[in-house]
C-alpha cells in the first residue's frame, strides 16, 4: 500500500489526542498548501475508479443485434435468395444506417450527460495554512484536517479529533440504517470491526447529526468504500416511464408491421396473382417501412439535450427520467427560505421588554445604527440590548467575509440566519470577532430543524448572574419563551409574568404578519452548584440544558421575497401548478411571504402547523389540501406526510429540501428538488433535481422544459408515423385495383424515404424550443400514453392523407404528362420499365418527400401557427430539408442510382408540381390549428377556475 495515500488507521485509532497529528504528520493548523499538493504528487487524487463501462465496441454492436435488426438482416437475406440484391443490399444498408445512427445518437446523450456528472462536484471543508477552506473533495490529501457538519458527505476516511454529537450513517457502508455515534476518544477495544470504530469515519457515509473535526487516514482506493465500491455516480442509468413506453411501443409496430406485411403478401398473391417471390419481396418492402427504427436512441437523445438546456437554467437533473416526471408535475412543495426569499438576512428591529429599537443598514455591511426614541442607541447603553446582540453573536457558526478593498461587499460564509446577527451585533459597537476570544466556546447543541433552536455554551471572564458559564440560546420564539422561566427587564433578571409571555408574542407576531422573521434568545447560567446542570460539559445535551432560561429579546430579520418569484407562482397558476409552502418558519411570516408573492390569494387561508398536522388524520388532511393551505412550523419529517397525500389524491409532486431530515421526503417526491447552495450533500443526494442557484424560479423552468421534450417527442413521432400511410397507401391501391393501378410506389422506393430521407428533418423536431402555449395548459396526465387516439389520428388520418393524396395525385400527375388520359390503361401495366411509368414513380417518390417538408413545420407546432415560431427558426429542420430535396434530385439524375431505385430525371413541369406541395399542406394544417385554437379559447375559462380553486 502506498503510504502518502493511506496509513495503518488501527493504530490511529488508539493513539490519544496531539499524537493523532504526529503519525499522520500533521497539526491542527491544517497541512500547508504546499505539503498538500506534494502529497498529492505522490499520492494522487482522491478518486474511487469507475466500473468498467461497456466497452464501445460492444455498444456499437448492440445496435444491430436487437430483434427489429435481427428481422431486417433475415428479410436482406430473404431478398437475397429471391434473387434481388439490390434489394438485399439496400435492406441492410436501412440496418446498418440505422445502427450508426443509433450508436451515434447513444454516444452523444451519455456524453451530455457525462458532462452533467462533472458539475456536480463534491466538495469538504479542510484547514489549510491555518485557515478553512472548501476545496474539491478530489484534492483531500492524507493529513488533511477535515471538518464535518450535519449532512456532509465524508469523502475520504479519517480519524476524528474533535467531535460534537457527531452521528454518522454509515448505511452505505455496513447496512446499518442507525447513525453510529462517534467521538474523539482513543479506542483499546481490539474487537471492534473498523465501521465499529467509534473515532474512524469512512468515505462514502454522511453527517446524519452534530459537527466535527477528523484528519484524513486514507484516501481514493484505499478508503474502506474504495475497497469494496463499484462507484456508485450520482447518474442512474434506468429507463424512463416514457423510454419503457417507446421500447414497448417499438416492439407493438414491429409486431403491426410485420402482420401488414402478411396481408400485403396474401392481397398480393390473392388479388393481383403475382409469384410468391415478387409478393414477398413486396410484402418486405412494407414491413421495413413501416419498423420505426431510430426511435428510441433519437428520445433518449431529446431527453439528454432537455437536461442539458435545464443546467443551463440552473437546473441539474440526476436522471433522465426526471425529465418527464417534471413534465407531468401538478403540484410543487416548497420551503421558504433562501428558496422563495433571498436569504440575503438583515436584522432591522431589536426587542427588549423594555425597548424596540430599529436597526438601519441593508445587506450583511455593518454600517448603520440602532434608534429608539429618538436616539442612537449601542451596547454599552443597555445592558439587556448587549446581551442579545452579544448573545446573538456568539451562539452563530457564521463568518463574515470582509471585503478586501474598500466599497467591496460583505459576503458570509454559513447560515446567512447567523451571519446577520455578526452584522448586527457589530452596529451595536462590539467586535463579535473579540467577544468570542474573551467568552470561548466551550459547547454546542447544533441546531436542528425539529428544536428550532441551537445552544452554545461560554465560558466567562465577567459573570452573568453569578455564573462563569453561560449557555446562550436562539431559536424560534414560541419554543425559547415555552423554555423560558425569567426575563431580562432592567438590567436584571426577573420571573417572567404571563403579560410579558403575551407581549413577546404579540411583538413576534406583529413583525411575522409584516413578513418579518424573528429568532428569540435567552440564556441560562450555568452554575455549578446548580443540581440540574450536569457536571461534565461532555453531558450537556438539549434536554438538560435548554431549560430554565432567561428570555433575553427578539431579533427580527427581514428576508426580502426574490424578485423573480411572483412571476413562476404567476406561470404555475397559468399551467395548473399549485404551490404549496411548507416552511419551519412561523405561520404569519409564512402567509405574509406567501401572499406577497402570490401564493395565496384567499383573504383568510388555513395554515396549518407540525403540532396541529401531527393531530390531523389523514380524512382531515386530505379535506385540508382541497384548499389553499399553508404549511408552517414543521419539522422536514413531516413532509413526508403532505407529499404521501398528494402523491394519493393523484397529483405528480414536486419537493424542495436542504437538510439531512429532508432526504425522505425528497427521495418520497415524483422530483425531490434539492438546493445547490444551501443543501446538504444528503439532500443532493436524495434529490432528482439540483437548483444550482436555490431559485423556485428555476423550478418552473425545468418544468417547463420537461413538458417542452414531452411535446417534442410527441411531434418527433408524429413526424416519423405519419409517412407510414404514403408509403403503405400507393401499394394498397395497387392491390386494391388488382393491379390496373401499377404500383405507384417501388419497394426500392419506400426503403429510400426510410433510407435517409426522413431522418434528419425528424431529429430537428427534438430539439424545438418549448411553445409559447406550453405553460398555458394543465399538466399532462402521466398515465396518458404517448400514442393516445389523438396523436395517432393525426399523424395517421391527417397528416398521413395528405401525404398519401400528394403523392397519387403526383403520380397521377405524371401518367398525364406522359400522354395517359382517363379510361385508358395507365403506364405500367405489363411493362415495368415503361419511361412515363418510371417518371410516374419517381414523382410518387419525390411528392412523399415534398409533403414531408410541409409535415414537419406541421408537426413542429401543436396548436400555435408556426409562423408564430418562425418558419425557418430551427436550423436542424432546415439542414434536413436540404439534405432530403438533394437526395431525391440526386437519386433521379446519377445513372446508376436511377437503375438502382427505377428513377428518372424530371421534368421543370414537375418540380413546380412538387414545390406547390408543402405549402398547400401547411396551409391546410395552419386552418386546423387555427380552429383547434378557437376552441380552446372558448373552452379555457372553465379549465383555469378550476385549476385556480383547487
Ligand atoms: N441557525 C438557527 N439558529 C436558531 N434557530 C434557527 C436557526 N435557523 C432557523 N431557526 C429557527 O428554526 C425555525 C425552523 O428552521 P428551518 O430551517 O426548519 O426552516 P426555515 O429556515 O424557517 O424555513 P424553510 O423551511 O422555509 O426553509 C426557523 O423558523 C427559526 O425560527
Not at 399551467?575 to 402567509?591: E, F, K
Request: with cysteine; hydrophobic share 45%.
Amino acid at each position: 500500500m502506498d503510504e502518502s495515500r493511506a496509513v495503518a488507521s488501527e493504530d490511529v485509532s488508539e493513539l490519544i489526542g496531539d499524537r493523532v497529528f504526529s503519525a499522520l504528520e500533521t497539526s491542527p493548523a491544517g497541512l500547508t498548501q504546499h505539503e498538500a499538493e506534494s502529497r498529492q504528487a505522490t499520492g494522487g487524487k482522491n478518486l474511487i475508479e469507475a466500473a468498467k463501462r461497456r466497452s464501445p465496441v460492444l455498444a456499437f454492436l448492440s445496435n444491430f443485434t436487437h430483434l427489429m435488426a435481427i428481422l431486417l438482416w433475415a428479410a436482406g437475406i430473404i431478398a437475397f435468395l429471391a434473387g434481388m440484391p439490390e434489394l438485399g443490399v439496400a435492406v441492410w444498408l436501412v440496418n446498418v444506417i440505422n445502427g450508426c445512427f443509433s450508436f451515434w445518437q447513444e454516444a452523444r446523450a451519455s456524453k451530455a450527460t457525462e458532462a452533467l456528472k462533472k458539475m456536480l462536484p463534491a466538495y469538504a471543508s479542510v484547514v489549510r495554512d491555518g485557515t478553512e477552506q472548501k476545496i474539491l473533495a478530489e484534492d483531500l490529501v492524507v493529513g488533511d484536517v477535515m471538518l464535518l457538519a450535519e449532512g456532509d458527505k465524508i469523502s475520504a476516511d479519517a480519524r476524528v479529533v474533535r467531535a460534537s454529537d457527531l452521528q454518522v450513517d454509515q448505511s452505505t457502508l455496513t447496512g446499518e440504517s442507525s447513525p453510529a455515534r462517534k467521538s474523539a476518544d482513543a479506542v483499546l477495544e481490539k474487537d471492534l470491526t473498523r465501521a465499529e470504530t467509534p473515532n474512524l469515519v469512512f468515505a462514502g457515509t454522511s453527517v446524519s447529526e452534530g459537527n466535527g473535526r477528523v484528519v484524513v487516514t486514507s484516501i481514493g482506493m484505499d478508503t474502506e468504500f474504495g475497497k469494496i465500491a463499484h462507484l456508485t455516480q450520482s447518474m442512474e442509468d434506468v429507463q424512463s416511464p416514457l423510454q419503457k413506453q417507446l421500447d414497448r411501443l417499438t416492439k407493438q409496430v414491429t409486431l403491426f408491421a410485420l402482420a401488414m406485411g402478411a396481408v400485403f403478401f396474401l392481397l398480393d398473391v390473392l388479388f393481383v396473382h403475382n409469384g410468391l417471390a415478387t409478393s414477398f419481396i413486396f410484402a418486405l418492402g412494407m414491413i421495413v417501412a413501416f419498423i420505426p427504427e431510430g426511435l428510441l436512441p433519437t428520445v433518449t437523445l431529446s431527453l439528454a439535450m432537455a437536461v442539458q438546456r435545464m443546467s443551463r437554467r440552473n437546473a441539474l437533473v440526476k436522471k433522465l427520467s426526471s425529465v418527464e416526471a417534471l413534465g407531468s408535475t401538478s403540484v410543487i412543495c416548497t420551503d421558504k427560505t433562501g428558496t422563495l426569499t433571498q436569504n440575503e438576512m438583515t436584522v432591522n428591529h431589536l426587542w427588549t421588554v423594555s425597548r424596540e429599537y430599529e436597526v438601519t443598514g441593508v445587506g450583511y455591511a455593518p454600517t448603520g445604527e440602532l434608534t429608539s426614541e429618538g436616539r442612537t442607541w449601542s451596547a454599552s447603553d443597555d445592558e439587556d440590548l448587549r446581551l442579545l446582540v452579544v448573545g446573538g453573536a456568539l451562539c452563530s457558526n457564521a463568518r463574515l467575509l470582509v471585503p478586501e478593498k474598500e466599497g467591496g461587499r460583505y459576503a458570509v460564509l454559513g447560515d446567512p440566519t447567523e451571519a446577520c446577527l455578526l452584522t448586527a451585533c457589530r452596529k451595536a459597537g462590539i467586535d463579535p470577532a473579540a467577544q468570542e476570544k474573551e467568552t470561548p466556546r466551550v459547547r454546542e447543541l447544533p441546531f436542528e430543524s425539529r428544536r428550532k433552536r441551537m445552544t452554545t455554551v461560554h465560558q466567562l471572564s465577567e459573570p452573568i448572574d453569578g455564573a462563569r458559564r453561560v449557555a446562550y440560546v436562539k431559536g424560534a420564539p414560541n419554543e425559547v419563551v415555552r423554555l423560558s422561566e425569567r426575563i431580562r427587564r432592567n438590567g436584571s433578571s426577573v420571573e417572567m409574568s404571563d403579560e410579558e409571555r403575551q407581549a413577546i408574542m404579540d411583538a413576534n407576531d406583529r413583525y411575522a404578519r409584516e413578513g418579518l422573521r424573528v429568532l428569540a434568545l435567552a440564556y441560562r447560567p450555568l452554575s455549578p452548584d446548580d443540581p440540574s446542570v450536569p457536571s461534565a460539559i461532555s453531558d450537556y445535551a438539549p434536554d438538560t440544558i435548554e431549560r430554565h432560561l432567561t428570555f433575553v429579546g427578539l431579533l427580527i430579520m427581514q428576508d426580502p421575497p426574490r424578485p423573480e418569484v411572483a412571476a413562476a407562482v404567476a406561470e404555475c397558476r397559468r399551467a395548473s401548478i399549485r404551490v404549496v409552502m411548507i416552511t419551519g418558519d412561523y405561520g404569519l411570516t409564512a402567509v405574509s411571504i406567501a401572499r406577497k408573492i402570490g401564493i395565496v390569494q384567499g383573504a383568510d387561508p388555513r395554515v396549518i402547523s407540525g403540532l396541529e398536522l401531527e393531530k390531523m388524520d389523514d380524512a382531515e388532511l386530505r379535506e385540508a389540501l382541497m384548499d389553499e393551505v399553508v404549511f408552517a412550523r414543521m419539522a422536514p419529517e413531516q413532509k413526508l406526510r403532505v407529499v404521501s397525500m398528494l402523491q394519493a389524491m393523484g397529483d405528480i409532486v414536486a419537493v424542495t429540501g436542504d437538510g439531512v431530515n429532508d432526504a425522505p421526503a425528497l427521495k418520497k417526491a415524483d422530483i425531490g428538488v434539492a438546493m445547490g447552495i444551501t443543501g446538504t450533500d444528503v439532500a443532493k443526494e436524495a434529490a432528482d433535481m439540483i437548483l444550482t442557484d436555490d431559485n423556485f424560479a428555476s423550478i418552473v423552468h425545468a418544468i417547463e422544459e420537461g413538458r417542452a421534450v414531452y411535446a417534442n417527442i410527441r411531434k418527433f413521432m408524429m413526424y416519423i408515423l405519419n409517412s407510414n400511410v404514403p408509403e403503405a397507401v400507393p401499394s394498397a391501391v395497387y392491390l386494391l385495383s388488382a393491379g390496373v393501378v401499377p404500383l405507384p410506389l417501388t419497394t426500392m422506393q419506400i426503403l429510400t424515404i426510410d433510407l435517409g430521407t426522413d431522418m434528419m428533418p425528424a431529429l430537428g423536431l427534438g430539439c424545438e424550443p418549448p411553445e409559447a402555449d406550453v405553460m398555458g395548459r394543465p399538466p399532462r396526465d402521466p398515465h396518458e400514453s404517448l400514442l393516445n387516439r389523438r396523436v395517432v389520428a393525426r399523424a395517421f388520418l391527417w397528416y398521413g392523407l395528405l401525404g398519401a393524396a400528394a403523392s397519387l395525385a403526383a403520380y397521377f400527375f405524371a401518367q398525364l404528362q406522359g400522354g395517359w388520359r382517363p379510361g385508358m390503361t395507365l403506364f405500367g401495366v405489363g411493362a415495368d420499365l415503361d419511361p412515363a411509368y418510371v417518371r410516374a414513380t419517381t414523382m410518387a417518390l419525390a411528392a412523399i418527400v415534398f409533403s414531408q417538408i410541409g409535415e414537419v413545420w406541421n408537426c413542429r407546432t401543436e396548436t400555435d401557427s408556426v409562423f408564430s415560431v418562425g418558419l425557418f427558426s430551427n436550423r436542424q429542420i432546415n439542414l434536413g430539408i436540404v439534405f432530403e430535396v438533394f437526395l431525391v434530385v440526386l437519386l433521379s439524375v446519377v445513372p446508376p442510382l436511377r437503375e438502382i431505385f427505377h428513377t428518372s430525371p424530371l421534368a421543370p413541369l414537375d418540380y413546380a408540381f412538387l414545390c406547390l406541395l408543402p405549402p398547400v399542406i401547411l396551409l391546410m394544417e395552419e386552418l386546423r390549428k387555427a380552429i383547434v385554437r378557437k376552441r380552446h379559447n372558448q373552452m379555457r375559462r372553465p379549465a383555469t377556475s378550476r385549476a385556480e380553486g383547487r
